[in-house]
T-cell receptor, first 112, second 114 residues
């Protein structure tokens, strides 16, 4: 079973910041938080990951709470192409462990 | 640089038949994982291959088997197909030396079992 809880759906206006929450209250000290998204009819796409510090890349920012029990993915200026299902995943980063356990994710719809 | 490629893109089979799906990993990657995604659900891990051997396996029956070739490409075989095997089958590749390595997914093979 997935170790994360996400809202099933969210809407966001085009051009605004999209903030997607994720609860992972049982996360272990050696587990990272990963975010992937899946646009219709495509395979999942990596967005970002982090352990305990906030992270930013060209796609998004990841904010992890100090107790690591929850996190927020931020898309700073959402576009219509950001409409997708977003998955929050916790994973032990260990040699030989590429397994990802997906939940049902958050369906994000960007409104024009 | 080609990403992960899968073939075929769509496939229709009948119950009891066998199917083989194929995957070529991203250039430079040595590990291939397979996932099954039922309609409306997140992908579920089937198994992973590294150095031509199955390294991890999810909760799938042994009707699901695989193979990895010396060029790192991989096949997923499903025997005695059931209606419930209808799903999108995704292949993902990665480089096993990097512990935080992200996975790159193909666009999948849509399997319909009638």
């Amino acid at each position: 079973d997935a170790k994360t809880t996400q809202p099933p759906s969210m809407d966001c206006a085009e051009g605004r910041a999209a903030n997607l929450p994720c609860n992972h209250s049982t996360i272990s000290g050696n587990e990272y938080v990963y975010w992937y998204r899946q646009i219709h009819s495509q395979g999942p796409q990596y967005i970002i990951h982090g352990l305990k510090n906030n992270e930013t890349n060209e796609m998004a920012s990841l904010i992890i709470t100090e107790d690591r029990k929850s996190s927020t993915l931020i898309l700073p200026h959402a576009t219509l192409r950001d409409t997708a299902v977003y998955y929050c995943i916790v994973r032990v980063a260990r040699f030989g462990n590429e397994k990802l356990t997906f939940g049902t994710g958050t369906r994000l719809t960007i409104i024009p | 640089d080609a990403g992960v490629t899968q073939s075929p893109t769509h496939l229709i089979k009948t119950r009891g038949q066998q199917v083989t799906l194929r995957c070529s990993p991203k250039s430079g990657h040595d590990t291939v994982s397979w996932y099954q995604q039922a309609l409306g659900q997140g992908p579920q891990f089937i198994f992973q291959y590294y150095e031509e051997e199955e390294r991890q396996r999810g909760n799938f029956p042994d009707r699901f088997s695989g193979h990895q070739f010396p060029n790192y490409s991989s096949e997923l075989n499903v025997n005695a197909l059931l209606l419930g095997d209808s799903a999108l089958y995704l292949c993902a590749s990665s480089l096993t030396q990097a512990t935080n390595e992200k996975l790159f997914f193909g666009s999948g093979t849509q399997l319909s079992v009638l």
